[in-house]
């Protein structure tokens, strides 16, 4: 009884409660339209029509075009205004407007020490291509001084990122999408108490929703009364908004300019098996240390200003030397609703069609769109070893049915799918030929490719690409793989689930 009382006191509760009741006081108003079944045919067949004639002719993946399709047609009246609501108001003027600033920013933050695309174009010139989209668009630039170091475990990741707080002379940004006081965050809010009574300067952005039952109420006022400097990024409110869609899904931690951190790994027990949530939590995570790590920086900064509505930036105060050893190059970049362009996905594909030999993806979710698909069939059956590893034991069963939808398709074209048997894998990487690998937030669903903001660092000949590619065998060596015959023992009502999840699988 403590429990539900408290659930029913939670912002997650009363914000849902308050929305529901926005829907159904719409439905109510369309639901009465019924009672003249002429005026309800005729007003939801013009509505059908006009509406998918606007879906038809917006530069919309056909995957969001589809359900939207399908909602509009069996449900005129109630599947038009959701249309209406949260597909069409991305374009409204003040998100256009908010968005823009932030392009803006990201245009002006583009800097490097060198550029040295030209030498990795006459090395491998199909690389440098992707480097080179990734410079223009997402404006990241690809640095050649720098380190990198790869975490097959968020225990490993953990111990590191203690050592490197407790170093920490000027500066520390932190960004994540999940927080919680534990044995994790608790041990880091250690050091910070330390770090703001030495005079460091001390930044923590935190998603909303992310947090929204990990955290007890008024806790940005509690940390800012220890001296942290609190963002809370998109705060939940009770209203009809396609903007509460957008989610800072990114994990960055940045060190003075010289050290910075990212990876599938947010501040919580569970990602560092403190406690138990679907069996064993497989997760990673990367280092970087060097030049790599001014744009971890201009990314964390950028987001910071966009999430308080400030536009002046002064990168140069928080910028860092430090030489390192060579280590390949890094190109950290960053993705977002902001963006035009699909900048993880178009990655990721990228990588997929460089590939000749091996193509290795850790992923917790697997919900393609058209691209995907085809860009993962084609490599399997131009030859290219694929294969993928996905959880066993799911955190979320319709997600979890949704992945395993997309299966079949892929294993006729040849893809190895294997799912990782203690538990839940929520590592996020892909590495090509053994020579590049990108590691970072990016999932490969809708969500962190579409409504996400997301970072990830592409790192090409680096030390960090074997040390990816052999994480991810010793991962498969303790995963069971999928076959088509074991796909036709689960019978037609969860193929037909599955058929029904998957049209909707761009909402999710």
């Known amino acids: 009884m403590r429990r539900f009382l408290k659930f029913i006191q939670s912002k997650i509760f009363i914000t849902a409660v308050l929305v529901l009741i926005q829907l159904l006081v719409l439905f109510y108003f369309l639901i009465s339209l019924t009672n003249n079944f002429v005026w309800y045919y005729v007003i939801g067949l013009i509505l059908s029509v006009i509406t998918v004639l606007d879906i038809s002719s917006e530069p919309m993946n056909p995957s969001f075009k589809l359900t939207w399709i399908i909602a509009a047609m069996l449900f005129p009246l109630c599947g038009v205004p959701l249309y209406l609501i949260f597909a069409k108001s991305k374009q409204s003027y003040r998100i256009g407007k908010r968005f823009k600033s932030y392009k803006q920013m990201m245009r002006n933050a583009m800097r490097s020490t060198s550029d040295p695309l030209p030498e990795i174009e006459k090395d491998d010139p199909e690389t440098a291509r992707q480097m080179k989209y990734l410079q223009k668009y997402a404006y ?15 225990e490993e990741f953990y111990s590191d990122i203690l050592r490197a707080l407790t170093k920490a002379e000027k500066f520390i940004f932190m960004e ?9 965050f608790d041990g880091i809010l250690d050091i910070l108490k330390k770090k703001i009574s030495e005079g460091i300067e001390v930044r923590l952005m935190y998603d909303d929703l992310g947090t929204i039952q990990k955290l007890p109420k008024g806790y940005d006022r509690y940390l800012e009364s220890l001296g942290i400097r609190v963002s809370v990024f998109n705060r939940v409110s009770p209203s009809l908004d396609t903007f509460l869609n957008y989610r800072d899904h990114r994990k960055i931690l940045v060190i003075d300019g010289r050290v910075a951190f990212t990876g599938g790994i947010n501040l919580a027990d569970e990602y560092i098996n403190a406690v138990e949530r679907f069996g064993h939590w497989k997760d990673s995570g990367i280092m970087i240390k060097g030049d790599g790590v001014i744009k971890m920086t201009e990314t964390f900064l950028q987001l910071w200003h966009f999430s308080r509505g400030e536009s002046k930036i002064d990168y140069a105060e928080y910028s860092s030397d430090l030489l390192c050893e060579p280590d390949g190059y890094v190109q950290p970049f960053a993705d977002g609703p902001s963006t035009d362009e699909l900048i993880c996905e178009l990655a990721y594909i ?5 590939a000749t030999k091996t193509l290795y993806v850790t992923t917790p979710y697997l919900i393609l769109d058209n691209e995907m698909t085809t860009a993962l069939r ?25 992945t395993r939808s997309n299966y079949r398709e892929l294993l006729n074209a040849g893809v190895r799918i294997f799912e990782y048997t203690p538990g839940f894998i929520h590592a996020k990487s892909v590495t090509a030929d053994s020579k590049v690998c ?8 809708f969500r962190s490719f579409y409504l996400h903001f997301e970072n990830c660092i592409l790192a090409y000949k680096s030390k960090c690409v074997a040390q990816v590619e052999e994480d991810f065998l010793e991962t498969q ?15 037609p009502v969860y193929a037909f689930v599955q058929a029904v999840l998957k049209i909707f699988s761009p909402l999710m």
């Open 140 to 154: 990241a630039p690809v640095y050649c001084n720098t380190e990198t170091k790869y975490f097959p475990s968020g």
């Open 350 to 354: 990228g990588l997929i069609n460089c």
């Open 438 to 445: 990108i590691v970072g937030t990016a999932n490969f669903d």
């Open 176 to 184: 994540y999408f999940i927080i919680e006081p534990g044995k994790m």
């Open 477 to 491: 060596s303790k995963s069971k793989e999928i076959t088509i015959e074991q796909l036709n023992k689960r019978g």
């Open 378 to 402: 084609h490599a399997a059956m131009s030859g290219v070893d694929v294969r993928i590893i996905t959880p066993s034991i799911p955190d979320k069963k319709m997600v979890f049915a949704v």
